[in-house]
């Protein structure tokens, strides 16, 4: 389909933020996005010609922030209204091969939906993941460095060279990645052999390391990882606030060569994905 | 029907703990105060959530199964808590 056709719907709630960032990275692409409010999506409070349908669009975005407060826990409230009517819409979305986007809060979102790290089905009535606490217990805000280590599932990055590496930055507090302890391990192996592990943290020489690197403590230093099918991608740095290189911090020292930030890339693999494939 | 003297509402209290090998800071940091104003002889300091509901409804054996799954759905994120449930009649 055409750039121009495609309506991505960047979803909001009381406590997003960056939705503006999300939705000025798919508009500089040519496509159509728009902010809609998740009581749009569940017909509350809102006029006939306001409420929206999710097949309304061909991509879903969940932006950061700190949505209902976090009470209860990270996204647990914006996942609970989402599912409360749109567990069996979401699921045709998401089989339909439509791809789902959350970042920072949106991560923890997906996570809550039971969307990822969405083993043997594709939306699980009971979280298998957790976005906890960060090993410092405290916010975590600075540029980190991601390698980007999927082999081509993930729709959301096939613009990335493997193994390279990308200056994304983080601000979170809960972005330790936790599975139930008793299956953690066979957790990653199942991650890696289906290929959804998608960016992991590391420092300047491209090492895995620990502590500032890591902001969060997220075991084999997981940053963002896909569903099966690549589709569903939740990561906790925000690409939407790198998608110009003069808003990375490295720019006075490395001078702005292109315009092309670390994180636009990200957005266009998407959006080539879309275009290609309905 | 109600039972007579039944106010026709349940009590039912959520207790929340996080699973051991969970860091638990504010706990952590709970303790340090402690010991820092002289109460050092307190050797674990835990916090746990709780959420008091009010049910209106005459069957327990209904609210309890409600209770269950408002944890598994909501208040709880199986991979971190644990959590016990008491229901009551309400006064």
Request: some cysteine; glycine content about 10%.
């Given at each position: 389909m055409k750039l121009a056709d495609i309506r991505v719907g960047v979803i909001r709630i009381e406590g997003t933020n960056c939705e503006q960032e999300s939705l000025d990275a798919f508009q500089r692409l040519g496509t159509a996005p728009e902010f809609v409010h998740l009581k749009q999506l569940l017909g509350i409070d809102c006029t006939k010609e306001e409420t929206r349908n999710l097949f309304d669009y061909q991509c879903l975005m969940i932006p950061g922030g700190f949505?209902?407060?976090?009470?209860?826990?990270?996204?647990?409230?914006?996942?609970?209204?989402?599912?409360?009517?749109?567990?069996?819409?979401?699921?045709?979305?998401?089989?339909?091969?439509?791809?789902?986007?959350?970042?920072?809060?949106?991560?923890?979102?997906?996570?809550?939906?039971?969307?990822?790290?969405?083993?043997?089905?594709?939306?699980?009535?009971?979280?298998?993941?957790?976005?906890?606490?960060?090993?410092?217990?405290?916010?975590?805000?600075?540029?980190?460095?991601?390698?980007?280590?999927?082999?081509?599932?993930?729709?959301?990055?096939?613009?990335?060279?493997?193994?390279?590496?990308?200056?994304?930055?983080?601000?979170?507090?809960?972005?330790?990645?936790?599975?139930?302890?008793?299956?953690?391990?066979?957790?990653?192996?199942?991650?890696?052999?289906?290929?959804?592990?998608?960016?992991?943290?590391?420092?300047?020489?491209?090492?895995?390391?620990?502590?500032?690197?890591?902001?969060?403590?997220?075991?084999?230093?997981?940053?963002?990882?896909?569903?099966?099918?690549?589709?569903?991608?939740?990561?906790?740095?925000?690409?939407?606030?790198?998608?110009?290189?003069?808003?990375?911090?490295?720019?006075?020292?490395?001078?702005?060569?292109?315009?092309?930030?670390?994180?636009?890339?990200?957005f266009e693999s998407v959006v080539d994905y879309i275009s290609k494939k309905f | 029907m109600c039972a007579p003297g039944h106010s026709g509402m349940y009590e039912a209290t959520v207790t929340i703990t996080l699973k051991k090998g969970i860091s638990d800071p504010e706990g952590a940091n709970t303790l340090k105060a402690l010991h820092l104003l002289g109460f050092t002889d307190v050797k674990t300091a835990h916090t746990i959530r709780t959420f008091d509901l009010l049910i209106d409804s005459t069957d327990k054996h209904k609210v309890e199964h409600d209770v269950e799954q408002m944890c598994q759905r909501l208040l709880t994120n199986p991979v971190i808590h644990h959590y016990a449930i008491t229901v009551k009649e309400a006064p």
């Open positions: 949505s209902a407060g976090d009470y209860i826990r990270a996204g647990a409230i914006f996942a609970a209204r989402m599912k409360s009517q749109l567990a069996r819409p979401l699921r045709e979305f998401v089989e339909q091969g439509y791809p789902v986007l959350g970042v920072c809060n949106g991560f923890q979102v997906l996570t809550e939906l039971g969307l990822l790290p969405g083993f043997d089905e594709t939306i699980r009535n009971v979280p298998d993941a957790c976005l906890y606490l960060n090993d410092s217990s405290r916010f975590e805000c600075r540029p980190t460095l991601l390698k980007h280590e999927n082999s081509g599932t993930c729709v959301f990055t096939r613009k990335i060279p493997k193994d390279s590496v990308r200056l994304i930055p983080s601000a979170h507090a809960e972005g330790k990645l936790l599975f139930p302890q008793e299956k953690q391990d066979a957790y990653i192996k199942r991650l890696l052999e289906n290929d959804q592990i998608v960016f992991r943290y590391v420092d300047p020489d491209g090492k895995y390391a620990g502590y500032p690197w890591n902001p969060n403590g997220s075991p084999w230093n997981i940053a963002g990882i896909c569903n099966p099918a690549g589709t569903v991608f939740g990561m906790m740095p925000h690409p939407e606030r790198s998608f110009y290189v003069h808003q990375q911090p490295t720019w006075t020292r490395t001078g702005l060569g292109s315009e092309i930030g670390d994180g636009r890339a990200i | -």
